[in-house]
């Protein structure tokens, strides 16, 4: 596509290569620097006038990374560019989507408002709860995908006898869709939630998870408390073969350390967010969905 650059933020070179090649395209990497106060210096190191540029970041570490694209996007429209897209397959700031105390700010719908600069956004697995859909959120064209397909796969592929659990009511998108895919069933528990590192889990059913592979699925492990709480139930619950799965490893707090300490037997996330754990490649599934706009 010669009228398409595919730009790769500072976090997400690598998925942004992935997508240029699958889409034909041209790449280059956004020139990211610092000043010494910690501004940052953004150059395109290509021409990007009447192209369409998709620029692709992984929005962990968001408060950085959203003054990152706002500014790239805003950029690549001064220098000319036709059209600008963001390729942000984590989502940042959509679980604060009410007020939960008084005089809290509401992130999610503020977040929608700031990237109005973008032509379309796309995005996998936003955390959509109370707020069903990101069309209320964002003034401009957006679209979500799933890597759900892309999880089950890797399960059928990879391990033997799976049972799959959902941690919370919130899970329950992906670990049913997942489970439908393998063709089995999920375990839906309950979470109580008493503050951002503090959750209590409880498995209610009377089930022996001695001879499956248990398997975690959730959207994101941020601090790892959810996963936490969920393996100690599965454990005491005969399971020995316990493994993590998610769309977006954020890992704050050394959550993958805590995880193996726990004694998992493995660790497992799309490349939404670069990780050791990155086996899951989301490249395939968002090229084909830029197709279908470009
Ligand atoms: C919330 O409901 C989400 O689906 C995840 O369960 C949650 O964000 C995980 O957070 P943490 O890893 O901090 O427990």
């Not at 939960?100 to 929608?112: K, M, Q, R, T, Y």
Request: proline share 4%.
């Amino acid at each position: 596509m010669s009228d398409t650059i595919v730009i790769g933020g500072y976090a997400a070179q690598d998925l942004g290569r992935k997508i240029a090649r699958h889409l034909r395209s041209e790449y280059a990497s956004l020139v990211v620097d610092h000043f010494p106060d910690g501004e940052f210096r953004i150059r395109y190191p290509k021409k990007v006038d009447g192209k369409t540029v998709i620029l692709v970041e992984s929005l962990r570490n968001p408060n950085d990374k959203i003054v990152e694209v706002i500014f790239a996007a805003y950029t690549a429209k001064d220098l000319g560019a036709k059209k600008v897209f963001l390729v942000a397959p984590y989502m940042p700031y959509l679980r604060q989507d009410k007020r939960f105390h008084p005089g809290e700010c509401v992130s999610n719908a503020i977040l929608g408002k700031m990237f109005h600069v973008f032509d379309f956004i796309l995005t996998v697995d936003p955390h959509l709860h109370r707020v069903k859909s990101l069309r209320g959120l964002f003034r401009t064209r957006v679209k979500h995908i799933s890597a759900n397909r892309l999880i089950a796969d890797y399960i059928k592929k990879n391990l033997e006898n799976p049972v799959i659990i959902g941690p919370d009511e919130e899970s329950y998108q992906w670990a049913k869709t997942v489970a439908k895919y393998i063709n089995s069933h999920a375990i839906i528990l309950k979470k109580k939630r008493y503050n951002s590192r503090s959750v209590r889990i409880k498995i209610k059913e009377d089930v022996d998870f001695k001879n499956s592979s248990v398997v975690l699925v959730d959207d994101i492990i941020s601090s790892g408390h959810t996963m936490m709480e969920t393996v100690k139930e599965a454990k005491k619950h005969g399971a020995k073969k316990i493994y993590c799965m998610c769309v977006h490893a954020i890992l704050a707090d050394n959550a993958d350390k805590k995880l193996k300490k726990l004694g998992i037997k493995g660790l497992v996330a799309t490349n939404s967010v670069p990780s050791p754990y990155s086996r899951i490649d989301l490249s395939g599934t968002l090229a084909e969905e830029l197709k279908k706009v470009l």
